[in-house]
């Protein structure tokens, strides 16, 4: 019996990130599984070790792998990536598909994490993917209240859970430490929350406190990434570095780039602002607090996380043997996802049932919204190169010609290669110009910093 191959297209770490749990599900189900990458080089270099390390990877820009042939070798493809960059995706592989005259592989997408904002406007970017995966409970009724009465209420969906090992049944809570033990307390640190840079420097100063309180306790910062490397969202104020340059700092306080699970095999605590990690340390046993040092702020996720009853002020805390130990409360974990019956076989399941000629869902936003953001972030190669390029395989698909039709697309695949390569130079040269330019660009006022910049460096302007 043939076996089936799924493909997992990924743009940013993030991505990855919540596309790891479902590969190695799909793996164990019995499928070939294979990675895309979207400027693998950029990533951290410890999680792009985890993919290559166990799956078959290779390099891809995201836009030129929808209508690449390449695609044709696999029963599903998912694409997890920016809400605008899946449509586009969804809007290329039609027109593939209607260009070699055959359908494509499925496509599928999800949510990476737990959704802490925003979760409809990303539902519009995904209608139109042959399966959407959902976390839990709460994001299915919203989901549904959010299609209901429109022609997007048959979307396909998937609960897929939060479980992060779902191939091992969760551990029972681990008992408190005993006095002669040399307990672990992790504290898994986000590069946006907290976002302010006063506030990180606030909770790194509670947790070298916090350390030299508790000498007999290792306390472990398990870093995002490395202060150099890239991420979805800017660092303000790396942790890395706060710590690293305390005078007194704690012979205790440690920073740790060691894979997640690595660190949670001898934690004793966990502590997050809102990371998704906490469902890792669940999955380990590991009793688990959500800081909320900074208040219930939906700009940190902490809103999303409240209702767990994990919530404690991490500075109102003398040691951490004063952290409570407790469990979350069953019901949010039932409503978020976190719950046995929810597993990415849901998913698994649906695409195995799907019948290959099956026609796609529709689709909500235009390409042209689509491309758009893209696009505009994409520098010289524009939305107007694309949509000509685009035009060429729709005026060859209706005339019959399908040998011109697949011509232009395959130059159609080399103007999105194109677009994203400016794209991805584009926001490399964003991150080295800082946090100047960055404001500037916000106040639509980067002609102004480009324009001074070039008078004081004697660069060369060009407008964006």
Not at 107 to 119: K, Q
Not at 124 to 129: D, F, H, S
Not at 403 to 428: M, T, V
Request: aromatic share 8%.
């Amino acid at each position: 019996m043939t076996r089936r191959r799924a493909l997992f297209a990924c743009d940013l770490d993030s991505q990855v990130f919540g596309a790891l749990p479902l590969a190695r599900a799909f793996e164990a189900r019995g499928w070939d599984v294979a990675f895309a990458l979207h400027a693998p080089h950029e990533l951290p270099a410890a999680l792009r070790a985890r993919v290559t390390e166990r799956f078959e990877t290779f390099e891809a820009w995201l836009g030129e792998l929808a209508v690449s042939e390449r695609v044709l070798g696999y029963d599903s493809v998912g694409v997890f990536a920016t809400g605008s960059r899946i449509a586009r995706f969804r809007h290329d592989a039609d027109l593939a598909d209607r260009a070699r005259g055959r359908r494509g592989p499925a496509l599928f997408s999800g949510f990476n994490g737990l959704v802490f904002e925003r979760f409809e406007e990303g539902a519009a970017w995904r209608l139109g993917c042959d399966v959407v995966a959902l976390n839990g409970p709460r994001d299915r009724d919203a989901f549904l209240e959010f299609t209901r009465g429109t022609a997007f209420e048959t979307q396909p969906l998937a609960i897929t859970g939060l479980r992060r090992a779902t191939d091992r049944p969760q551990r029972p809570l681990k008992p408190p430490p005993g006095p002669e033990a040399r307990p672990v307390f992790v504290f898994a640190e986000q590069v946006a929350a907290p976002s302010d840079p006063r506030h990180r420097a606030e909770l790194a100063a509670t947790l070298a406190r916090l350390a030299r309180a508790t000498p007999r306790w290792r306390v472990v910062v398990k870093l995002r990434v490395r202060a150099n490397e890239r991420t979805f969202h800017e660092q303000a104020a790396p942790m890395e570095r706060l710590i690293a340059a305390m005078p007194d700092r704690p012979s205790n306080l440690e920073l740790s780039h060691a894979p997640l699970e690595e660190e949670l095999e001898t934690a004793d605590l966990f502590a997050t602002i809102s990371s998704t990690a906490l469902f890792d340390a669940l999955d380990h046993g590991v009793p688990a607090c959500i800081a909320l040092d900074f208040g219930v702020r939906n700009a940190y996720g902490t809103h999303a996380l409240f209702a767990s009853g994990l919530g404690v002020d991490l500075s109102a805390c003398a040691t951490l043997d004063d952290l409570p130990r407790r469990q979350p409360h069953a019901g949010w974990l039932e409503r978020v996802g976190y719950d046995p019956r929810f597993s990415p076989a849901a998913l698994i399941e649906t695409l195995e049932r799907l019948p290959t000629d099956a026609p796609r869902p529709p689709q909500l936003q235009s390409f042209e919204r689509s491309a758009a953001g893209e696009a505009e972030r994409a520098g010289g190669v524009g939305t107007q190169a694309i949509s000509a390029a685009r035009a060429g395989v729709e005026i060859a698909v209706r005339t019959g010609d399908f040998a011109e039709a697949q011509a232009a697309l395959a130059r159609l695949g080399d103007i999105l290669a194109r677009s994203d390569a400016r794209h991805n130079a584009d926001a490399a040269r964003r991150r080295r110009e800082g946090a100047l330019a960055a404001f500037a660009r916000r106040r639509r006022m980067y002609w102004l910093y480009r324009g001074t910049r070039n008078l004081l460096t004697g660069e060369t302007f060009r407008r964006p």
